[in-house]
């Protein structure tokens, strides 16, 4: 058995539909958010359900709400069977927090798919200030910062 790995537009895949018996995106629908909002979430999620064949199985594992994830399936040709949620086990302090803070910062506005260099760089200190927040809002709270989750998946059978 072989495997081929295709880079493409997760909106737009170069695939018939009903290609695959499985489909999964594991933290890849939050990435879509930044660069392409909420339609770019839904066009995706679409997306994945018209390359499935009938009676296969969407695997999404995302931060979103489970609620989001209902909302996002709900047109779709699919029945949700199984839903989880899990907490992430990690627990940093503020110097681990803030080196990957520093790091998440430039990922999202790889993500934010900016083209100008000063709006990228404005995109980035909004991205660091809102994270900095977050992890002094829980260092203060916990003593700790958890960098993402609770993560939440979704199981979806495509029906017909
Ligand atoms: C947080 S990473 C997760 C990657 C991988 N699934 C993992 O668990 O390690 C999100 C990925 O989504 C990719 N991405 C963002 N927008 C995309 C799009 N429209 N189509 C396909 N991939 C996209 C990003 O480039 C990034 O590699």
Do not use: N
């Amino acid at each position: 058995m072989t495997a081929a790995l295709v880079q493409a537009d997760a909106r737009r895949m170069p695939f018939a539909e009903g290609t695959f018996g499985s489909v999964s995106c594991f933290l890849g629908l939050q990435d879509i958010e930044i660069g392409f909002g909420e339609e770019g979430v839904r066009d995706a999620v679409a997306e994945a359900v018209r390359v499935l064949s009938p009676g296969g199985m969407l695997v999404l594992l995302d931060e979103f709400p489970l609620k989001r994830f209902d909302a996002l399936l709900d047109k779709l040709p699919v029945t949700v069977i199984d839903r989880r949620e899990r907490a992430l086990d990690v627990r940093w302090g503020r110097q681990v927090a803030e080196r990957a803070i520093g790091l998440y910062a430039q990922g999202w506005v790889a993500q934010a798919r900016v083209a100008d260099q000063v709006a990228q760089e404005q995109t980035r200190i909004e991205a660091h200030s809102r994270m900095v927040a977050e992890m002094e809002r829980q260092l203060d709270t916990q003593g700790y910062y958890v960098p993402f989750g609770p993560v939440r998946m979704v199981v979806a059978q495509k029906v017909g």
